[in-house]
């Protein structure tokens, strides 16, 4: 069973830039699809990016293609967000995720895993 640990959350103003991470212990995120939500109060999960393992493809919800890039390090067991040209519609508490592929993680239905989430807060 693998264990994920989100940080690099915070507070910035519009237009500025943050990096999360998410650190993966148990076993390796190798052979996983890795990707990130963003849930805000009131409201469902909802996906944001996602990386293949063995390609790192990476597919992104429309509202943050552009702006944010997804990453990952598997010799290091880590996986990143990169987000510029951050909104105020990109606060949220973002949660990490492994899944068995891109399709599984992108419906959400066959998480193997969550992160406890790391708040991002964008002041307009």
């Known amino acids: 069973q693998v264990q994920l640990v989100e940080s690099g959350g915070g507070l910035v103003q519009a237009g500025d830039s943050l990096r999360l991470s998410c650190a993966a212990s148990g076993r390796s995120i190798s052979g996983s699809a890795m990707g990130w939500f963003r849930q805000t109060p009131g409201k469902a999960r909802d996906f944001v990016a996602a990386i293949a393992w063995h390609t790192s493809n990476a597919l992104y919800t429309n509202s943050v293609e552009g702006r944010f890039t997804i990453s990952r390090d598997d010799a290091k067991n880590t996986v990143f967000l990169q987000m510029n040209s951050l909104k105020p519609e990109d606060t949220g508490i973002y949660y990490c995720?492994?899944?068995?592929?891109?399709?599984?993680?992108?419906?959400?239905?066959?998480?193997?895993?969550w992160g406890q989430g790391t708040q991002v807060t964008v002041s307009s």
């Open positions: 995720a492994a899944a068995p592929n891109v399709a599984k993680l992108v419906a959400g239905t066959s998480i193997d895993a």
